[in-house]
């Protein structure tokens, strides 16, 4: 069953622009993870963040939890053409130990 | 360093072959992981490996075998491959011995079952 689900599914802004991106959840979790994928790679890592943190930073990028919405968000301040990917949620998945992630937001920065 | 790596990157093979696709990391990492991606259901955990000589099964294991042969190579075996099989297959490792850390990724082998 599903966890984490991202919002939008997909995402077109200008290039410059910021991106935000949302995941919902459905229990409770221990950390929840943010991951990016260019077209045809691999997942990277970007940011993992605790239950009890609320915000965390990383250059451009910042994510957010609210764990009384069960929610997270994903924001890519000033956006460029290499930000063009499918970003994913993962989150420990119902007490389950693994990982289990969302079906991704796709975003496209228009030059 | 060269991370995770994966081969074949990409493999045909028709109904009933068999086939295993590689997997080692250089990172000294503790944990292994076989995913499978598939358009519009994200990546599901067919098995994975806290340490060497363990592995668990995920959320789709049926159809899978998996060897950890030690701890830099994770191996994922398809018997006898069916149509439902056709995806991209990814590995991916992590330091933490729980899978609920952060994980790094191979490039992916994309499989097609005829």
Redesign the interface.
């Known amino acids: 069953s599903?966890q984490g689900e991202e919002d939008p599914q997909a995402l077109s802004i200008q290039e410059g622009e910021n991106a935000t991106m949302n995941c919902s959840y459905k229990t409770s979790i221990?950390?929840l993870?943010w991951?990016r994928q260019n077209s045809?790679?691999?997942?990277?890592?970007l940011i993992?963040i605790r239950s009890n943190e609320r915000e965390k930073h990383s250059g451009r990028l910042r994510v957010t939890l609210d764990t009384s919405k069960k929610s997270s968000s994903l924001l890519i301040t000033a956006s460029r053409a290499a930000d063009t990917a499918s970003y994913?949620c993962a989150t420990?998945g119902q007490g389950a130990?693994?990982?289990v992630?969302?079906?991704?937001t796709r975003l496209t920065i228009n030059p | 360093n060269a991370g995770?790596t994966q081969t074949p990157k990409f493999q045909v093979l028709k109904t009933g072959q068999s086939m295993t696709l590689q997997c080692a990391q250089d990172m000294n990492h503790n944990s292994m992981y076989w995913y499978r991606q598939d358009p519009?259901?994200?990546?599901?955990?067919i098995y994975?490996s806290a340490s060497e000589g363990t592995t668990d099964k995920?959320?789709v294991p049926n159809g899978y075998n998996v060897s950890r042969l030690n701890k830099r190579e994770f191996s994922l075996r398809l018997e006898s491959a069916a149509p439902s099989q056709t995806s991209v297959y990814?590995c991916?490792s992590s330091l933490d011995r729980?899978?609920?850390?952060?994980?790094?990724?191979?490039?992916?082998t994309r499989l097609t079952v005829t």
């Open positions: 599903q221990n950390n993870q991951y045809g790679r691999g997942l990277v890592h993992l994913f420990d130990q693994k990982l992630f969302g079906q991704g | 995770v519009g259901m994200g990546l599901r955990l994975y995920g959320e990814f991916a729980s899978p609920l850390g952060e994980q790094y990724f191979g490039p992916g």
